[in-house]
């Protein structure tokens, strides 16, 4: 086990960036870590960033993680995966979504939005621990994109163990049970399809 | 059994062990949801007070009777119930009574940053701080006891970072604390302070902070953790994470109670130290006082006295000051990620204050605006606010400007929540003293930006009880305005008629523009996507003035004017029809079926 791993992750409101960290703090404590999490999420339901960090570690203290001391990265959209690419570690563990979610200021302000090779390279420039997944056309596919949270938990939990960060303590099990009892019942084997969909993607059924 | 809970959760969980009973609260962030945390536990009562000042006088009702009670708000909900405070204070209490304040350093939702701590002082009364989640819930029980202890209410203070950050919890029990007495206390030399009494009680007050200080020594959660003793560091709440997590080897007095404080305990750790630093955020609170104990303290010279500290905030403030090397600094990468577009929040697709402010805009009339989801009337294109201060500040704005001489016709916004809050008064203040003040009261039937609390105009209690539905309408009548009409919301030429009638008028006039919020589950169910035809389009950009999520400029450029076309994002549209309506070639309507 890891003395600490700081996670951050990244999204835009509406794409259950919330429940990925209550899965992941809930994880962490499972697998015996002190956990702390802190959510910024004011503006949320109307189309804002979120962040959430989540630290695991044998003693925690501050809920809020430094700028360059995120050890693991979930981005759940493009622009936002470049927006707080600053604060990783550089080397650390990073999982983006290849999802564009275009503000207001790009559909009808004409601002710009970065295109894909501007991604690549800054996170190459940053670490080569990236995984990219599509995980918004998993999700529709299996026939629902909600659960595109799932399936980059998926790809995260499949990274992590690829990493040798975790083992035997947390087994892919766990992370589904944190899932499925925080979702409606109808939708438990949903996110288990995703979250199995995410693993397969960084090559772990 | 250990749980993680948010330090709002944990908040509420403490009241319930506490034995608390009732509690009363006016929604605003970073507090709600330890409201409605407490409103799910079993066995109690919980309610939405239609403002803070409310939700403390029912609070002190309940504590006066003989019941643990509590009322909660955001940091500048204070402000609203400072006078019931201060009277509490006071008479002092039967049974425990908690004002919960949840400051938000950094404004992540907020007009201001004001330090509420210093309200304790103001108010004579002890001021409880919690540092993560388990302290949220152990010094909640201890602030009941406090309370009834010294007979004093007890002010507990969070932070957003507190309150939204989530750690373990082991849960305890409930214990159970029915009335202390059958009959509530006649005891007028206590509760009734009029001049007479309230000279015999301030002596009282002034000898129970003597003794509460004297408390403040032995009391468990002002701790001191010796470590190292070239530097000592005096903190309270979330900051005394940043100081262990960016001086751990340092020696920390670790404050749960920062007023009134214990001054022999703080004179030993200084004596202990070579260096003493006080570290807290916003204002130097607690710096201050040491200071004016004679000892040498430095704080607000090292560290930011604005907005919310972190651990990188707090390190560099250090290495700055030579408290820490260089080589304390943890590099961060550096890179040129490039211009990224910016998330500014917007009304919502469907919101249904969208087209009163595309008439205000039309109008170009000055706009006194309100807290709530509509102060986002001043984003761009809409750009129809020019003032909004606090809680029901706009309608009296208006009536000020209007009575200074201005003689543009002055209007107020303000939502139904609001309305009730703090807007009443205001609205009987403009039909008293007569101004021609406009007030549009937008009725979207629920608290919206707080994340759709009931009130008064809801049907149904904190607790999810049916409850009466009260109409807006009457109340602005019965108040004396003349001039009232009600309209749908998303009938945008109907709303300007209305305006410009009321306009031509110089007589106070009130209009309301009544649709449920766009997001409540039942407005979902009537969600259907619009589409352009893009034959009709000319591109003429009416609808883009309406700052709708849903609306795109597409890419096909109208053959004529060489301009963009409009295009509607089908998984965003509710079909809410105002760009339909402002259209002038019909190119909006219903999407075919594929």
Not at chain 2, 143 to 164: G, K, N
Not at chain 2, 369 to 393: F, K, N, Q, R
Not at chain 2, 464 to 478: D, F, H, L, S, W
Request: net charge neutral; aromatic share 6%; hydrophobic share 45%.
């Amino acid at each position: 086990m890891r003395e600490t791993i700081n996670f951050l992750l990244a999204g835009v409101g509406g794409q259950g960036t919330i429940l990925a960290s209550n899965v992941l703090a809930n994880v962490g404590l499972a697998a015996g870590y002190q956990v702390k999490q802190a959510e910024v999420h004011g503006m949320s339901q109307r189309g804002g960033s979120v962040i959430s960090h989540v630290r695991w570690g044998r003693a925690i203290h501050s809920p809020l993680i430094a700028a360059g001391e995120v050890d693991a990265y979930l981005a759940f959209e493009k622009a936002e995966a470049l927006r707080h690419l600053n604060q990783l570690r550089p080397g650390a563990l990073a999982v983006i979504n290849l999802r564009a979610i275009k503000p207001v200021t790009v559909t009808s302000g004409g601002e710009p939005y970065p295109d894909d090779d501007r991604l690549f390279a800054a996170v190459a420039q940053v670490t080569d621990r990236a995984v990219y997944v599509d995980a918004g056309a998993i999700a529709l596919g299996l026939g629902n994109v909600r659960v595109e949270n799932a399936v980059l938990l998926g790809a995260l939990s499949a990274l992590m163990e690829r990493e040798g960060w975790i083992g035997s303590e947390i087994l892919p099990d766990e992370w589904i049970v944190q899932i499925t009892q925080r979702v409606p019942a109808k939708y438990a084997a949903l996110n288990r399809q995703a979250f199995e969909a995410g693993r397969w993607e960084v090559g772990r059924a | 059994m250990i749980r993680i809970l948010s330090g709002n959760e944990a908040a509420a969980r403490g009241a319930w062990e506490a034995g608390a009973a009732v509690a009363s609260a006016y929604p605003g962030t970073p507090s709600t949801e330890i409201l409605e945390e407490f409103a799910r536990l079993p066995g109690v009562y919980a309610e939405w007070a239609t403002n803070e000042k409310v939700a403390v006088d029912v609070a002190i009702g309940a504590a006066y009777a003989g019941r643990r009670a509590f009322a909660s708000m955001k940091h500048v909900g204070l402000n609203v119930a400072a006078d019931a405070f201060m009277y509490a204070s006071m008479t002092g209490i039967e049974a425990g009574l908690v004002i919960i304040t949840a400051d938000d350093p950094g404004m992540h939702s907020s007009q201001n940053e004001q330090d509420n701590r210093t309200f304790a002082k103001f108010a004579r009364v002890p001021c409880l701080e919690p540092a993560d989640s388990q302290e949220a819930k152990d010094l909640m029980i201890a602030a009941f006891d406090l309370s009834e202890q010294f007979d004093t209410p007890v002010l507990y203070r969070m932070t957003t970072r507190i309150c939204h950050s989530s750690s373990p919890v082991k849960l305890g029990n409930r214990i159970e604390r029915p009335l202390k007495q059958e009959r509530f206390p006649r005891h007028p030399a206590k509760y009734v302070m009029v001049p007479a009494h309230a000279r015999v009680r301030h002596p009282l007050i002034e000898e129970r902070v003597r003794k509460l200080a004297e408390f403040a020594e032995t009391f468990p959660w002002n701790r001191i953790e010796l470590r190292e003793t070239h530097l000592g560091i005096i903190t309270a709440g979330v900051a005394y994470q940043y100081a262990r997590e960016v001086f751990p080897h340092a020696s920390v007095l670790k404050l749960g109670m920062t007023w009134p404080l214990p001054e022999p305990l703080i004179r030993r750790f200084a004596a202990s130290v070579e260096r003493l630093i006080v570290l807290e955020e916003l204002d130097p609170f607690i710096e201050e006082a040491v200071r004016l104990m004679g000892i040498a303290a430095e704080g607000k010279s090292i560290f930011p006295r604005i907005g919310e500290l972190d651990p990188r905030s707090v390190r560099e403030a250090a290495i700055a000051a030579g408290l820490l090397p260089a080589s304390a600094r943890v590099p961060a990468p550096q890179v040129d990620v490039g211009p990224l577009p910016v998330r500014p929040p917007v009304l919502c697709p469907g919101c249904p204050h969208r087209s009163t402010f595309y008439v205000l805009n039309k109008l170009k009339v000055p706009v006194m605006g309100d807290i709530g989801c509509y102060s986002l009337g001043l984003t761009p294109p809409l750009s129809a606010m020019h003032t909004i201060g606090c809680m029901g500040a706009g309608i009296s704005v208006a009536h000020g400007a209007a009575k200074a001489g201005n003689r543009e016709r002055q209007v107020a916004v303000i939502g139904d929540s609001t309305f009730f809050h703090t807007g009443l008064p205001a609205l009987l203040n403009v039909v008293y003293n007569q101004s021609p003040v406009i007030t549009i009261i937008m009725d979207n039937r629920v608290t919206g930006m707080t994340g759709h609390q009931d009130n008064p105009g809801t049907g149904r209690t904190a607790q999810g009880k049916a409850a009466p539905v009260v109409e807006i309408e009457p109340i602005v009548r019965a108040l004396g305005v003349q001039h009232v009409k009600t309209i749908a919301a998303y009938d945008v030429a109907e709303i300007e008629r209305t305006l410009k009638e009321f306009m031509r008028l110089d007589q106070p006039a009130v209009l309301i523009t009544r649709e449920p919020c766009a997001l409540l589950p039942e407005a979902r169910e009537r969600w259907h996507a619009l589409e352009v035809a893009s034959d009709k389009c000319n591109g003429c950009g009416l609808c883009f003035r309406l700052g709708c999520p849903a609306i795109l400029k597409s890419d096909e450029l109208d053959e004529r004017y060489r301009r963009p076309k409009a295009l509607i994002d089908g998984t965003l549209c509710t079909g809410c029809g105002v760009c339909a309506e402002v259209c002038p070639r019909e190119a909006i309507g219903e999407a075919t079926e594929q």
